[in-house]
């Protein structure tokens, strides 16, 4: 508002960003106790992924430009999951990586990867973002409700995400590799596997 101080008008931006804050753990908390049992398909993981990039990309609204690279391997096994859970699971990890990469380097750049297991009977889909990357002692903390170390943050959106794979019967996790930012890891169950 025009009438009020510059000291006041602090005090309202700081009240906004809080409420806005506790909104989104409501909201987060209202979608955990909401959840639904898993509505699973068998999903062709390569063309699913190229669908959510392309989807993701033209539904993000902050007018930036964002860079998603993609990268397949060949034969990818299918995967049983319920798309509209795991495509909840994706924007998260693609918005923070986007949003962390955007902090450390200036752009809009996360690099989704869709590989098989060693074992070669499973699908996994890596997302990587080029931020900062998570310090060794917020490692094992990362997907415990509540924690962050985003000022804005709630703490809820990793804990749901691993939520969502389980129900899924999917694994998420933070890979620890030696490059710059972070690679979180969604490795699906093996497709003959009934959820």
Not at 54 to 69: L, Y
Not at 103 to 110: A, D, F, L, V
Not at 111 to 122: M, N, Q, S, Y
Not at 124 to 150: K, L, Q, W
Request: aromatic residues 6%; contains cysteine.
């Amino acid at each position: 508002s025009p009438n009020l101080d510059k000291g006041d008008q602090q005090m309202l931006d700081i009240i906004r960003r809080h409420s806005r804050r506790v909104n989104g753990i409501i909201e987060n908390v209202l979608d955990l106790s909401r959840r639904r049992a898993a509505d699973t398909e068998l999903v062709d993981i390569g063309h699913w992924l190229q669908e959510f990039r392309d989807d993701f990309q033209h539904t993000r609204n902050d007018g930036a430009e964002t860079t998603i690279e993609l990268s397949l391997a060949p034969n990818l096994p299918r995967a049983r999951f319920d798309k509209s859970q795991i495509e909840q699971v994706m924007v998260n990890l693609c918005d923070n990586g986007l949003r962390y990469s955007k902090q450390q380097t200036g752009e809009n750049r996360i690099e989704l990867v869709a590989g098989i297991t060693a074992d070669g009977e499973r699908a996994y889909v890596d997302v990587r973002d080029f931020g900062p990357g998570i310090a060794d002692e917020h490692r094992g903390s990362v997907f415990e409700p509540f924690f962050t170390t985003d000022k804005g943050g709630t703490g809820l959106g990793l804990y749901l995400a691993r939520e969502l794979c389980e129900a899924n019967q999917a694994h998420l996790a933070l890979v620890n590799n030696k490059q710059p930012g972070c690679r979180f890891r969604i490795t699906f169950a093996h497709p003959g596997r009934m959820i």
